[in-house]
């Protein structure tokens, strides 16, 4: 992450970050602490793999929640629109068609929030790109595929 550089997220987004950050601190770390005190309990820690993964395991959920907390100290949330006609922005699902008449839906979020199992895609990835600040009727294309903006619904 570029340091001090601001990171859009939709509201939804930050709200999942702050979640996790507090499942990491407040339960995670109690069952590594568990963890750990019954890999310690086993004996000579020199050739106890279990006390090495429980510090692997902390340091990796140490490290997590360092970048969690960066990242929420960082969010500025993007204020979606709610008017029917606005041009699509983070926060935005858009239903596209493509030339055989299929449809898709694709949520515009923030470059942490993207998830493509989900149809989440970056407003900095290409089809985000080309996505943003679209309305209703417009065409946009991707390498050869082309879509056209059958509507915009915003969260």
């Known amino acids: 992450m570029s340091e001090g550089k601001p990171i859009q997220l939709t509201a939804k ?5 702050k979640e ?3 499942y990491l601190k407040e339960d995670k770390r109690q069952e590594l602490t568990e963890y750990m005190g019954a890999a310690l309990a086993d004996g000579d820690l020199r050739e106890n793999a279990a006390y090495d993964e429980a510090r692997m395991l902390q340091s990796q959920n140490e490290m ?8 929420i100290t960082r969010a500025v949330v993007v204020e979606t629109a709610n008017a029917a006609d606005a041009p699509a922005t983070l926060g935005a ?5 493509d030339e055989a008449g299929a449809k898709h839906v694709f949520h515009l979020v923030g470059s942490l929030e993207a998830d493509v199992l989900e149809n989440r895609i970056s407003d900095e990835s290409p089809l985000g790109q080309q996505l943003l600040g679209r309305r209703a009727g417009d065409e946009v294309s991707l390498g050869s595929r082309r879509f056209r903006v059958v509507s915009i619904l915003f969260e």
């Open 13 to 17: 987004g930050l709200e999942k970050l």
């Open 20 to 22: 996790e950050l507090r």
């Open 64 to 71: 997590r929640i360092a970048d969690l907390e960066e990242v």
């Open 93 to 97: 699902s858009l239903q596209v068609e």
